[in-house]
Nanobody, 124 residues
């Protein structure tokens, strides 16, 4: 089992930056990749970014590339999502997830473990 705990969400203004974190515990040695997803009210869960746990390979949603950066600190078993130039449409609950497989990592169904989510609200 892997446990994931997100933190760092909050209320910010448009144009601000925010970093959310995801601390992993448990059988983290089995994880291949970590991903960030977000879900706004009334919308489906949306892929944001993912990163391989060992090699640091990263991938982003095309619509968010350039504003968001995913990174990891293996020593702390923590993955980060740095969000810059935030917009009101970035308002959502942000979830981190862990996968022990290599395929389909832009889809939520590929992930085995999920955190509880952290709310990010961007005011205009």
């Amino acid at each position: 089992q892997v446990q994931l705990v997100e933190s760092g969400g909050g209320l910010v203004q448009a144009g601000d930056s925010l970093r959310v974190s995801c601390a992993a515990s448990g059988r983290t040695s089995r994880m291949y990749a970590m991903g960030w997803f977000r879900q706004a009210p009334g919308k489906e869960r949306e892929f944001v970014a993912d990163i391989t746990w060992s090699g640091g390979y990263t991938r982003y949603s095309d619509s968010l590339k350039g504003r968001f950066t995913i990174s990891r600190d293996n020593g702390k078993n923590t993955v980060y999502l740095q969000m810059n130039t935030l917009k009101p449409e970035d308002t959502a609950v942000y979830y981190c997830a862990a996968a022990d497989k290599i395929v389909g990592l832009t889809r939520a169904t590929a992930y085995d473990y999920w955190g509880q989510g952290t709310q990010v609200t961007v005011s205009s």
